[in-house]
């Protein structure tokens, strides 16, 4: 057994191209779905934790959103979210993915990587599961070009070399290899704890879930969901009532949110309430409202009435 002594805990964060498997990946290690999967890019908005718990270790892990090179006022914030993570965590996972070739985007992160001095760098290539071993062979080649890292590690959430499946490929060797870059110390956070996350914003993230299913490329940047209220009904300790608006830019994209006869926004309306029932363990009851919130994205008051502060 391991003694208190020896116990590591600390930071970790994830960084890299929109849609590479952040998300999914720091899911598996926790072994729980606390952020947010989509096949669209950039679904994260918010530093979401995980935390890994292991006999003889602690990981906080830090979700941050992809790194990409800032467009309008919301894009300068995430970037410096992520820079500020970057500085305070205890190691980097830089993952790219196993089935893309390297380009400028990976490029571009590598650059910035390389200018945070003192954070180590784990170099993980996702989607183990989606090449041959002889092109993740050249993958792990490639990404060893792109930078000096402490280590560069293959993993799959989804299956073994080349093979998706139920099995995840190598998570233990991941955390692993960010664990020995923690510093000795305490549990940061009790046992059983997967996330600090504020079930209220994770039930937001939900929702922007469920209504980003399936809509046309424009309109994901545009969704922004806040939770006005979130409690337990008086007298019932097995319905949660929820009120939440779900902001577009437009009123075009209104429409196309509510669907015909409203249908659309019934769907997602069900679909966020099955998984946000599944978080707390009670029924909801969930009333969600669509407003159009001009050019939110260009908005200071906007974004900050949106929880992204500065
Ligand atoms: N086959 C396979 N697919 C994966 C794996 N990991 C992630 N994916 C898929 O890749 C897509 C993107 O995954 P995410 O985890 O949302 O990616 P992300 O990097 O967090 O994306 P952003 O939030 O946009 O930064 C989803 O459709 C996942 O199902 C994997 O190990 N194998």
């Given at each position: 057994m391991d003694t208190q002594q020896d116990f590591r805990s600390g930071f970790a964060c994830f960084v890299g191209r929109?849609?590479?498997g952040k998300s999914t990946l720091m899911n598996a290690l926790v072994g729980s779905k606390v952020a947010i999967t989509s096949n669209r890019p950039q679904t994260t908005r918010r530093a979401i934790r995980g935390i890994v718990h292991r006999p003889g270790s602690q990981l906080v892990i830090v979700d941050t959103p992809g790194l990409h090179r800032p467009r309008t006022l919301l894009g300068e914030r995430l970037d410096s979210l992520v820079r500020n993570t970057l500085t305070e965590v205890d190691v980097i996972g830089f993952c790219v993915p196993a089935d893309e070739k390297t380009g400028d985007g990976d490029r571009y992160i590598a650059r910035e990587l390389a200018q945070v001095k003192n954070t180590p760098v784990v170099a993980i290539v996702t989607k183990?599961?989606?090449?041959t071993p002889q092109a993740l062979a050249e993958q792990l080649m490639a990404v060893d070009a792109l930078g000096s890292w402490s280590d560069i590690v293959p993993v799959s959430a989804l299956g073994g070399i080349g093979k998706t499946g139920d099995t995840p490929y190598q998570l233990d060797v991941v955390t692993d290899l960010l664990v020995k870059h923690l510093p000795e110390?305490?549990?940061?956070?009790?046992?059983?704890?997967?996330?600090?996350?504020?079930e209220q914003i994770l039930a937001a993230e939900f929702i922007r879930e469920a209504a980003l299913?399936?809509?046309?490329?424009?309109v994901p940047h545009s969704i922004a969901v806040v939770v006005d209220e979130m409690n337990l009904r008086?007298?019932?300790?097995?319905l949660t009532d929820i009120y939440a608006h779900v902001f577009v830019e437009r009123p075009s994209q209104k429409a196309i949110l509510i669907g015909r006869k409203g249908e659309r926004l019934r769907t997602v309306g069900t679909r966020a309430r099955q998984q946000i029932e599944a978080l707390i363990g009670t029924k909801v009851y969930l009333n969600l409202q669509v407003s159009v919130a001009k050019d939110w994205q260009r908005n200071p008051k906007q974004l900050r009435r949106l929880g992204f502060y500065d």
């Amino acid at each position: 057994m391991d003694t208190q002594q020896d116990f590591r805990s600390g930071f970790a964060c994830f960084v890299g191209r929109p849609n590479v498997g952040k998300s999914t990946l720091m899911n598996a290690l926790v072994g729980s779905k606390v952020a947010i999967t989509s096949n669209r890019p950039q679904t994260t908005r918010r530093a979401i934790r995980g935390i890994v718990h292991r006999p003889g270790s602690q990981l906080v892990i830090v979700d941050t959103p992809g790194l990409h090179r800032p467009r309008t006022l919301l894009g300068e914030r995430l970037d410096s979210l992520v820079r500020n993570t970057l500085t305070e965590v205890d190691v980097i996972g830089f993952c790219v993915p196993a089935d893309e070739k390297t380009g400028d985007g990976d490029r571009y992160i590598a650059r910035e990587l390389a200018q945070v001095k003192n954070t180590p760098v784990v170099a993980i290539v996702t989607k183990a599961d989606k090449v041959t071993p002889q092109a993740l062979a050249e993958q792990l080649m490639a990404v060893d070009a792109l930078g000096s890292w402490s280590d560069i590690v293959p993993v799959s959430a989804l299956g073994g070399i080349g093979k998706t499946g139920d099995t995840p490929y190598q998570l233990d060797v991941v955390t692993d290899l960010l664990v020995k870059h923690l510093p000795e110390g305490p549990p940061l956070y009790p046992e059983g704890d997967l996330t600090d996350e504020p079930e209220q914003i994770l039930a937001a993230e939900f929702i922007r879930e469920a209504a980003l299913e399936g809509v046309e490329q424009e309109v994901p940047h545009s969704i922004a969901v806040v939770v006005d209220e979130m409690n337990l009904r008086e007298g019932r300790e097995d319905l949660t009532d929820i009120y939440a608006h779900v902001f577009v830019e437009r009123p075009s994209q209104k429409a196309i949110l509510i669907g015909r006869k409203g249908e659309r926004l019934r769907t997602v309306g069900t679909r966020a309430r099955q998984q946000i029932e599944a978080l707390i363990g009670t029924k909801v009851y969930l009333n969600l409202q669509v407003s159009v919130a001009k050019d939110w994205q260009r908005n200071p008051k906007q974004l900050r009435r949106l929880g992204f502060y500065d």
